[in-house]
């Protein structure tokens, strides 16, 4: 399976892609919203891992685009939440399509899990 990682901390993304890859999976990367979504209509993924916070284009945006536009794709939400905390952003991300939400700092076996799961119900 093809997961798109989107977040604009490079040590974030280089940890999901060493656990989705160790895990079998295709990753495809993209430091902010803005080049997840040209990322994903190159080669469409199977699942998103998205953060809530960056540059350019947020992630409760690219949630909507991604579910207008791909809307059998599974969205995993990822948030640290800036100045207020998580708990602002990640319920928005749910109510937006996120399958699944995850506050920094987060345990990547539960995210492996999470992610298996989600694939495996598609």
Do not use: C
Request: net charge negative; hydrophobic share 45%.
């Amino acid at each position: 399976m093809r997961i798109l990682i989107i977040d604009d901390d490079d040590q974030i993304r280089i940890l999901l892609r060493q656990v989705m890859e160790w895990a079998g999976h295709e990753v495809i990367e993209a430091a902010d919203g803005r080049e997840g979504m040209i990322q994903q209509r190159k080669q469409q993924a199977d699942l998103v891992i998205t953060d809530l916070i960056m540059p350019e284009q947020e992630g409760l945006e690219t949630i909507t685009l991604l579910k207008k536009e791909y809307p059998l794709v599974k969205i995993i939400a990822i948030s640290g939440g800036g100045r207020i905390g998580p708990d602002a952003y990640l319920p928005a991300a749910q109510e937006l399509g996120a399958d699944r939400v995850f506050s920094k700092p987060f345990d990547v076996r539960e995210l492996a899990t999470t992610v298996r799961e989600l694939l495996a119900n598609g």
